[in-house]
Nanobody, 121 residues
Framework: QVQPVESGGGSVQAGGTLRLSCAVLDYFIIAWFRQAPGKEREGVAVIYRGTDDTAYADSVKGRFTISRDSRKNTVDLQMDSLKPEDTAVYYC??????????????????WGQGTQVTVSS
């Protein structure tokens, strides 16, 4: 089975924007996670197949937007008003199953290789 593939990371100054893209098959749940050096992997945002319902970590609400582009088979993460604390490797994760807390990284079957996001002050 094909793994997700992330793109779009880079370096930006605080207050700037980046857009990440995840090329992924149509799994039930697709989420973005991030992991900063020395920290645990944390859920950032999720989107569900069918309803396109979304959820966000409190730390990114109002600044990040997750969306699906069915034409391109991608799930994108628009990141606005970036802060230095957003610096991390960002991963796309996907799973075909329902019924678990979306922010639990151990429950996802498919992971991308990650893309670095660096925000300077």
């Amino acid at each position: 089975q094909v793994q997700p593939v992330e793109s779009g990371g880079g370096s930006v100054q605080a207050g700037g924007t980046l857009r990440l893209s995840c090329a992924v098959l149509d799994y039930f749940i697709i989420a973005w996670f991030r992991q900063a050096p020395g920290k645990e992997r944390e859920g950032v945002a999720v989107i569900y197949r069918g309803t396109d319902d979304t959820a966000y970590a409190d730390s990114v609400k109002g600044r990040f937007t997750i969306s699906r582009d069915s034409r391109k088979n991608t799930v994108d993460l628009q990141m606005d008003s970036l802060k230095p604390e957003d610096t991390a490797v960002y991963y796309c994760a996907a799973d075909p199953r329902a019924g678990f807390a979306w922010s639990s990284p151990q429950r996802y079957q498919k992971w991308g290789q990650g893309t670095q996001v660096t925000v300077s002050s």
